[in-house]
């Protein structure tokens, strides 16, 4: 497509694999780093609902909806994958809070978003496996929603990667940019080790804005600490994902559970290495309210739990695109990678080997915070 042939791509999550991906399928040469592994950071920690439920800029929903589409394709090429499902969202709210709810519902059918307003009578006939008796009042199910396991959907797309000849370097530790004559030039690990490229994509997640700031970059970092669970298997009909005041709830494969919220932030503590820890029964707290919402209320046992931060632009917003102050570097930060992981990788493939700007990735460039 251009003269750019060689990328190399900062980060071993969706955004980052998805973008490696696309460039490898268009005839790039791509050199993918992980500080880590792969998946080892906010992509294997993540709810990673599929939606754009709710009230946001309109470029934001529209870029969602676009997001979702592309999952929709890929599920209906193997609907079989039990890593990427559409069996709908379920949301509602605290007691008391009917009217919030309600103009939620109210928003989402003003911009033809696929919402149904529900009794908690009226749930089972809809989506199953939910006690209804958990729902003080209306709820908001989403029909066209769904839910994907990042480190599935990663595992699947390396797969590609490296059919198509991309080559990947683990453990990289903290890589930083090269520039030269105020174009980045490639890419340098904690080792000293160099990857000369044309282009350069920062997808680290939660530390973007560290890797561009010593660019003379400043990118807002709204970014909080999180948590996800997965439960061990347990037996139950549940296909929807739960979003309810004190859980947030999807199927995950293995007949288990993946959990998260927000409750509990305080009760997490970061320690100076960089690790988080969080006290045993507060995970089993968040378990237990996620079994209140479950058809028969089974037991629910924490397998594992990882902590981090979830990346979230200062604004919101997600940042997409390349760095006005150091050409041939661009940047992919968002707080919904899941839902945009896909099409993410395609839109911003095709402005590095093209130099053409994607109109949806628009009002997302970095940029506005100059």
Known sequence: MSSTKHVAVIGGGILGVSTAVHLLRQ??????????GLASEATGRSLSWLNSAGERSTPYHLLRVAGVDRYRTLFAADPSREWLQFGGGLMWNAAGQSEVTEARHAYEKSIGYDSKLLSPEEIASVTPGIDASAVPGKAIFNPGEGWVSLPDLVNFLMEEFHALGGKLVLNAGKASVMV??????????AAGETYPADAVLVACGAATPAVVKPLGVEIPNGSPVSMLVVTKPVEHQVTAVMNTPRAAVRPNPGNTF?????????????????????????VQELADESSKLIAGNPELKPASWKI?????????????????????????????????????????????LSGEKHPMLATFRPGRFS
């Open 180 to 189: 030269d004559g105020g174009r980045a030039t490639g890419v340098e690990t």
């Open 258 to 282: 993946a959990l998260d919220h927000d409750w509990y932030e305080e009760d997490i503590t970061e320690h100076a290495d960089g690790s988080f820890t969080i006290p045993d029964d507060v």
């Open 27 to 36: 005839g790039a040469s791509v050199t993918l780093l992980t500080e880590q």
């Open 308 to 352: 981090g931060y979830k990346p979230i632009p200062g604004d919101g917003e997600p940042v997409f695109g390349e760095l006005g102050q150091v050409p041939g570097c661009f940047v992919a930060f968002t707080h919904s990678g899941a839902t945009l992981g896909l099409i993410a990788g395609e839109l911003l493939s095709g402005e590095i």
